[in-house]
T-cell receptor, first 115, second 112 residues
Framework: ETGVTQTPRHLVMGMTNKKSLKCEQH?????MYWYKQSAKKPLELMFV???????ENNSVPSRFSPECPNSSHLFLHLHTLQPEDSALYLC??????????????FGPGTRLTVL | DAKTTQPPSMDCAEGRAANLPCNHS???????VYWYRQIHSQGPQYIIH???NNETNEMASLIITEDRKSSTLILPHATLRDTAVYYC?????????????FGQGTTLQVKP
Protein backbone atom coordinates (compact mmCIF):
# COMPACT_ATOMS: atom_id res chain seq x y z
CA GLU A 1 0.00 0.00 0.00
CA THR A 2 1.51 3.26 -1.15
CA GLY A 3 -1.28 5.56 0.03
CA VAL A 4 -2.39 6.15 -3.57
CA THR A 5 -5.53 4.34 -4.73
CA GLN A 6 -6.96 4.07 -8.21
CA THR A 7 -10.37 2.94 -9.40
CA PRO A 8 -11.38 1.04 -11.33
CA ARG A 9 -8.48 -1.42 -11.55
CA HIS A 10 -9.71 -2.74 -14.90
CA LEU A 11 -11.87 -1.04 -17.51
CA VAL A 12 -13.12 -2.17 -20.89
CA MET A 13 -14.81 0.45 -23.02
CA GLY A 14 -15.98 0.99 -26.55
CA MET A 15 -14.71 3.82 -28.70
CA THR A 16 -17.92 5.80 -28.25
CA ASN A 17 -18.12 5.46 -24.48
CA LYS A 18 -17.31 8.08 -21.87
CA LYS A 19 -15.64 6.90 -18.70
CA SER A 20 -13.54 8.35 -15.89
CA LEU A 21 -10.54 7.09 -13.96
CA LYS A 22 -10.21 8.13 -10.35
CA CYS A 23 -7.12 8.57 -8.22
CA GLU A 24 -7.02 9.41 -4.53
CA GLN A 25 -3.99 10.00 -2.34
CA HIS A 26 -3.99 9.82 1.45
CA UNK A 27 -0.51 11.24 1.95
CA UNK A 28 -1.13 14.95 2.22
CA UNK A 29 0.79 15.57 -0.99
CA UNK A 30 0.40 18.66 -3.14
CA UNK A 31 1.39 17.32 -6.56
CA MET A 32 -0.33 14.63 -8.61
CA TYR A 33 0.50 13.04 -11.93
CA TRP A 34 -1.02 10.87 -14.66
CA TYR A 35 1.22 8.47 -16.57
CA LYS A 36 0.49 6.11 -19.44
CA GLN A 37 2.29 2.80 -19.93
CA SER A 38 1.64 1.02 -23.21
CA ALA A 39 2.75 -2.57 -23.74
CA LYS A 40 6.52 -2.92 -23.78
CA LYS A 41 7.05 0.85 -23.62
CA PRO A 42 8.41 3.09 -20.87
CA LEU A 43 6.08 5.14 -18.74
CA GLU A 44 5.03 8.39 -20.38
CA LEU A 45 4.09 11.44 -18.34
CA MET A 46 0.70 12.83 -19.38
CA PHE A 47 -0.34 15.52 -16.90
CA VAL A 48 1.02 17.20 -13.80
CA UNK A 49 -0.98 19.08 -11.19
CA UNK A 50 0.37 21.17 -8.35
CA UNK A 51 -2.03 22.55 -5.75
CA UNK A 52 -4.92 21.69 -8.09
CA UNK A 53 -3.43 23.68 -10.95
CA UNK A 54 -2.33 21.93 -14.12
CA UNK A 55 1.32 22.71 -14.73
CA GLU A 56 2.03 20.33 -17.58
CA ASN A 57 0.12 18.82 -20.44
CA ASN A 58 2.56 16.61 -22.27
CA SER A 59 1.04 16.85 -25.77
CA VAL A 60 -1.83 14.60 -24.78
CA PRO A 61 -4.82 14.36 -27.18
CA SER A 62 -7.97 16.18 -26.11
CA ARG A 63 -9.88 12.90 -25.77
CA PHE A 64 -8.09 12.68 -22.40
CA SER A 65 -9.32 15.36 -20.01
CA PRO A 66 -7.86 15.62 -16.51
CA GLU A 67 -9.54 17.17 -13.50
CA CYS A 68 -8.13 17.93 -10.07
CA PRO A 69 -10.90 19.19 -7.77
CA ASN A 70 -8.66 19.19 -4.70
CA SER A 71 -5.16 18.13 -3.77
CA SER A 72 -6.29 14.63 -2.79
CA HIS A 73 -8.21 13.67 -5.90
CA LEU A 74 -7.34 13.42 -9.57
CA PHE A 75 -9.57 12.26 -12.40
CA LEU A 76 -8.92 11.36 -16.01
CA HIS A 77 -12.02 11.69 -18.16
CA LEU A 78 -12.02 9.57 -21.29
CA HIS A 79 -14.14 9.98 -24.43
CA THR A 80 -14.02 8.68 -27.98
CA LEU A 81 -10.85 6.74 -27.33
CA GLN A 82 -9.00 4.65 -29.89
CA PRO A 83 -7.81 1.04 -29.54
CA GLU A 84 -4.22 2.30 -29.36
CA ASP A 85 -5.14 4.08 -26.11
CA SER A 86 -5.33 0.69 -24.42
CA ALA A 87 -2.68 0.80 -21.71
CA LEU A 88 -1.98 0.86 -18.00
CA TYR A 89 -2.80 4.31 -16.61
CA LEU A 90 -0.91 5.19 -13.48
CA CYS A 91 -1.47 7.94 -10.98
CA UNK A 92 1.27 9.24 -8.70
CA UNK A 93 1.67 11.90 -6.04
CA UNK A 94 4.56 13.70 -4.40
CA UNK A 95 4.86 16.16 -1.56
CA UNK A 96 5.82 18.97 -3.90
CA UNK A 97 7.00 19.36 -7.49
CA UNK A 98 10.55 20.36 -6.73
CA UNK A 99 13.30 19.55 -4.30
CA UNK A 100 15.79 16.77 -4.07
CA UNK A 101 13.84 14.67 -1.63
CA UNK A 102 10.63 14.41 -3.53
CA UNK A 103 9.91 10.86 -4.48
CA UNK A 104 6.71 9.99 -6.25
CA UNK A 105 4.34 7.37 -4.89
CA PHE A 106 2.39 5.44 -7.50
CA GLY A 107 -1.00 3.84 -7.40
CA PRO A 108 -1.63 0.31 -8.70
CA GLY A 109 -2.90 1.57 -12.04
CA THR A 110 -6.02 1.10 -14.17
CA ARG A 111 -5.71 -1.44 -16.97
CA LEU A 112 -7.74 0.09 -19.83
CA THR A 113 -8.85 -1.83 -22.90
CA VAL A 114 -10.53 0.05 -25.74
CA LEU A 115 -12.51 -2.13 -28.13
CA ASP B 1 17.64 15.83 -17.54
CA ALA B 2 20.58 13.51 -18.05
CA LYS B 3 20.04 10.21 -19.76
CA THR B 4 20.85 6.90 -18.18
CA THR B 5 22.07 3.61 -19.58
CA GLN B 6 21.20 0.28 -17.99
CA PRO B 7 21.66 -3.32 -19.11
CA PRO B 8 18.36 -4.67 -20.42
CA SER B 9 18.37 -7.76 -18.22
CA MET B 10 20.19 -9.50 -15.38
CA ASP B 11 19.84 -12.71 -13.43
CA CYS B 12 20.54 -13.22 -9.75
CA ALA B 13 20.42 -16.28 -7.52
CA GLU B 14 18.02 -16.12 -4.60
CA GLY B 15 19.77 -15.08 -1.40
CA ARG B 16 22.69 -13.50 -3.21
CA ALA B 17 23.32 -9.79 -3.66
CA ALA B 18 21.94 -8.22 -6.82
CA ASN B 19 24.10 -5.41 -8.17
CA LEU B 20 22.37 -3.29 -10.81
CA PRO B 21 24.57 -0.81 -12.66
CA CYS B 22 23.59 2.50 -14.21
CA ASN B 23 25.62 4.93 -16.30
CA HIS B 24 24.77 8.63 -16.24
CA SER B 25 27.88 10.23 -17.68
CA UNK B 26 26.18 13.55 -18.47
CA UNK B 27 24.76 14.13 -15.01
CA UNK B 28 25.07 17.69 -13.77
CA UNK B 29 25.89 18.90 -10.28
CA UNK B 30 22.34 19.47 -9.05
CA UNK B 31 20.84 16.26 -10.40
CA UNK B 32 19.90 13.34 -8.17
CA VAL B 33 19.96 9.63 -9.01
CA TYR B 34 16.65 7.91 -8.30
CA TRP B 35 15.83 4.21 -8.44
CA TYR B 36 12.36 2.79 -8.88
CA ARG B 37 11.18 -0.71 -9.62
CA GLN B 38 8.05 -2.07 -11.22
CA ILE B 39 6.79 -5.53 -10.49
CA HIS B 40 4.76 -6.93 -13.34
CA SER B 41 1.62 -4.88 -14.07
CA GLN B 42 1.88 -2.89 -10.84
CA GLY B 43 2.72 0.75 -10.27
CA PRO B 44 6.38 1.68 -9.89
CA GLN B 45 7.78 1.64 -6.37
CA TYR B 46 10.32 4.12 -5.10
CA ILE B 47 13.48 2.42 -3.79
CA ILE B 48 16.16 4.98 -3.00
CA HIS B 49 17.87 8.10 -4.27
CA UNK B 50 21.05 10.07 -3.69
CA UNK B 51 23.14 13.03 -4.79
CA UNK B 52 26.79 12.37 -3.98
CA ASN B 53 27.08 10.14 -0.97
CA ASN B 54 26.24 6.48 -0.76
CA GLU B 55 22.80 5.84 0.66
CA THR B 56 21.21 2.88 2.41
CA ASN B 57 17.67 2.14 3.51
CA GLU B 58 15.68 -0.92 4.42
CA MET B 59 15.31 -1.93 0.79
CA ALA B 60 18.67 -1.32 -0.82
CA SER B 61 21.98 0.49 -0.97
CA LEU B 62 22.99 3.04 -3.57
CA ILE B 63 26.66 3.43 -4.43
CA ILE B 64 27.53 6.52 -6.48
CA THR B 65 31.01 6.86 -7.95
CA GLU B 66 33.11 9.83 -6.95
CA ASP B 67 32.76 11.43 -10.39
CA ARG B 68 29.00 10.71 -10.23
CA LYS B 69 29.00 9.30 -13.75
CA SER B 70 27.70 5.93 -12.66
CA SER B 71 25.94 4.23 -9.78
CA THR B 72 25.03 0.77 -8.55
CA LEU B 73 21.88 -0.33 -6.78
CA ILE B 74 22.52 -3.20 -4.41
CA LEU B 75 19.83 -5.53 -3.13
CA PRO B 76 21.80 -7.34 -0.41
CA HIS B 77 19.82 -10.58 -0.27
CA ALA B 78 17.62 -10.91 -3.33
CA THR B 79 14.37 -12.85 -3.03
CA LEU B 80 11.98 -14.09 -5.70
CA ARG B 81 9.75 -11.10 -4.90
CA ASP B 82 12.52 -8.78 -6.08
CA THR B 83 11.97 -9.93 -9.66
CA ALA B 84 11.00 -6.70 -11.41
CA VAL B 85 12.06 -4.01 -13.85
CA TYR B 86 14.45 -1.58 -12.16
CA TYR B 87 14.65 2.00 -13.39
CA CYS B 88 17.56 4.35 -12.82
CA UNK B 89 16.47 7.97 -13.31
CA UNK B 90 18.37 11.22 -13.09
CA UNK B 91 16.29 14.17 -12.00
CA UNK B 92 17.09 17.78 -11.22
CA UNK B 93 15.99 19.31 -7.93
CA UNK B 94 14.97 22.49 -9.69
CA UNK B 95 12.73 20.84 -12.27
CA UNK B 96 9.49 22.75 -12.23
CA UNK B 97 7.49 19.73 -13.02
CA UNK B 98 9.25 17.09 -10.95
CA UNK B 99 9.55 15.10 -14.13
CA UNK B 100 10.68 11.48 -13.95
CA UNK B 101 11.86 10.25 -17.34
CA PHE B 102 11.55 6.47 -17.37
CA GLY B 103 13.71 4.46 -19.77
CA GLN B 104 13.50 0.76 -20.49
CA GLY B 105 15.18 -0.20 -17.21
CA THR B 106 16.82 -3.48 -16.24
CA THR B 107 14.69 -6.59 -15.93
CA LEU B 108 16.04 -8.46 -12.91
CA GLN B 109 15.14 -12.13 -12.72
CA VAL B 110 15.80 -13.70 -9.33
CA LYS B 111 16.11 -17.45 -9.67
CA PRO B 112 15.72 -20.16 -7.00
Amino acid sequence: ETGVTQTPRHLVMGMTNKKSLKCEQHLGHNAMYWYKQSAKKPLELMFVYSLEERVENNSVPSRFSPECPNSSHLFLHLHTLQPEDSALYLCASSLTLTGGYNEQFFGPGTRLTVL
Amino acid sequence: DAKTTQPPSMDCAEGRAANLPCNHSTISGNEYVYWYRQIHSQGPQYIIHGLKNNETNEMASLIITEDRKSSTLILPHATLRDTAVYYCIVRGSTSNTGKLIFGQGTTLQVKP
